[in-house]
């Protein structure tokens, strides 16, 4: 019975993503079409007049599109929103490129117009990832988009990664519950989730909740005992999975390779600011970008630097010293935000106020800090204060995404992280701006910008933009 009410789940589950899926290739369709014939043919006067109609006979379109996402196993796996996304943009562009193919090839241009098609990639590449985002939230709430799964180890990784699950509802985890040794946890709440009872009961647990999915969650496990239970874990459920203790290892640009004779893997830690073509990538980013926004940010940094200059005397942009890459020292622009004599302020209340002097060793800012004027919280508060930044870009000194541009006076604080972080150069926004910003502490934030620096790519640098953009419209953790 059991196993019926798994295909039955399995194949809801299938059904609903493609219905999903299929939803968004048709809106796809719909607006490329619009574009095509309200827009394009304002300047082309003489392209072929086509109804909506006409495309939506093409079954065949939306079934290469759903065969590409197939491939890229986008039916089958729970992958976290921005990996998803990542293979999602796979799909579709080889979709694209396969429909452009057959219509070029099969000679079909008088009847499929390849602007539509065009048009269609572009959108279906912004589309898809926004439809897939509500539905399986959708989904989530129905049970459809829900996978049970057990936690096997209740300490410090396995309260982490429950956290991290409960988080990213996009994954479609739905942890149940705890398995520990430890005598004094059994019974009792951790994160929400209760520990049910000793790891050797799993059997009983998996069996008799229907579970398909175990997270291995002990990383301080001596290893053969950690490849026992490894094993008898996999006898039990479809998919196990294992935290190992490897927290802090740049893992992100990893392959894993195979010794078979000798029952080994190995890990090729590929570090991707190493290679020329990656760097010329993200400087080649860093200057389009920058060119292509500079008209819009000009007026609003005039605008901004006007209401700087009425509230308080001072100029409304200031360049400080801060740590470049390599460890070169470099001028970092910024609106200011704060009173002319801060300094002094400074100087001032740390040496008379031993609550202020803590929590700014702590974490190199205050939360309520005298010295800000009226203008400089509100652009503090939307990182606006981060806007003449750009021209730190076009020169060359920053890139739009990367580490914190720290002080030189910060460089003891920072220690051995330093050699991992100047190896790239500072940013305007930065995995540490996504990850709670001011609300987070000084050591976490410089091992988030080491782990940046570690495991940089491309799509990173564009999740991390996507997600400053959510940040600074709800004005998370900023102060």
């Known amino acids: 019975m059991i196993e019926v009410v798994k295909l039955i789940k399995g194949l809801l589950r299938f059904s609903g993503l493609v219905i999903i899926d299929l939803s968004a290739f048709y809106v796809s369709l719909f607006l490329a079409w619009i574009m095509r014939a309200k827009i394009f043919s304002s300047f082309l ?3 072929p007049v086509f109804t909506y109609t006409h495309y939506v006979s093409f079954w065949w379109m939306p079934a290469i599109f759903i065969f590409f996402i197939f491939y890229e196993g986008l039916y089958d796996n729970n992958l976290p929103f921005w990996d998803d996304v990542r293979d999602l943009v796979k799909a579709i562009t080889l979709a694209s490129i396969t429909l452009m193919a057959i219509v070029t090839l099969g000679k079909m241009g008088g009847s499929v117009s390849r602007l539509v098609l065009s048009s269609m990639w572009i959108l279906s590449i912004l589309l898809f990832p926004v439809f897939r985002l509500w539905g399986k939230k959708l989904l989530y709430q129905i049970g459809i988009w829900r996978e049970k799964v057990l936690i096997i180890g209740a300490g410090n990784a396995g309260r982490l990664v429950t956290e991290g699950l409960q988080r990213e509802k996009y994954m479609g985890y739905d942890v149940v519950g705890f398995l520990d040794d430890d005598e004094q946890k059994i019974g009792k709440t951790i994160s929400g989730k209760k520990v049910f009872g000793r790891i050797s009961e799993f059997p009983k647990y998996i069996k008799e909740t229907g579970i398909k999915t175990a997270i291995i969650s002990i990383p301080s496990l001596p290893p053969q005992e950690l490849s026992l239970l490894t094993a008898n ?24 390779l195979h ?64 740590i470049g890459k390599s460890g070169k020292l470099f001028k970092c622009y910024k609106f200011r935000t704060m009173h002319k004599d801060a300094e002094e302020k400074l100087k001032e209340m740390l040496g008379t106020n031993e609550a202020v002097r803590n929590e ?25 204060d981060e806007l003449p930044q750009v021209f730190n870009v076009l020169k060359g000194e920053m890139s739009f995404v990367g580490p914190r541009p720290y002080l030189p006076r910060e460089k003891d604080s920072i220690g051995e992280n330093l050699q991992i972080i100047s190896n790239a150069k500072p940013g305007i926004t930065g995995l540490w701006q996504v990850s709670g910003r001011s609300d987070t502490g000084y050591r976490h934030r410089v091992k988030l910008d080491a782990w940046y620096v570690m495991n940089w790519s491309l799509w990173l640098d564009i999740a991390i933009l996507f997600k400053t953009v959510r940040v600074v419209l709800k004005a998370e953790g900023a102060y």
């Open 45 to 47: 006067p003489d392209l």
């Open 233 to 256: 874990v996999q006898k039990s459920t479809a998919n196990t999975m294992l935290i190992p203790d490897l927290k802090g290892i740049a893992l992100l640009n990893t392959e894993l």
């Open 259 to 322: 010794l078979f004779r000798e029952e080994l893997f190995l890990m090729n830690i590929k570090n991707n600011m190493k290679s020329l073509a990656n760097r010329f990538m993200k400087k080649f980013f860093d200057f389009t970008v920058s060119v292509i926004s500079l008209p819009a940010l000009l007026p609003v940094i005039g605008i901004i630097c006007a209401i700087i200059r009425l509230e308080s005397h001072g100029p409304a942009i200031y360049a400080h010293e801060r």
């Open 360 to 384: 700014w060793l702590n974490n190199w800012k205050l939360k309520d800090d005298p010295r800000i004027t009226r203008v400089g919280r509100f652009l503090r508060k939307t990182s606006l």
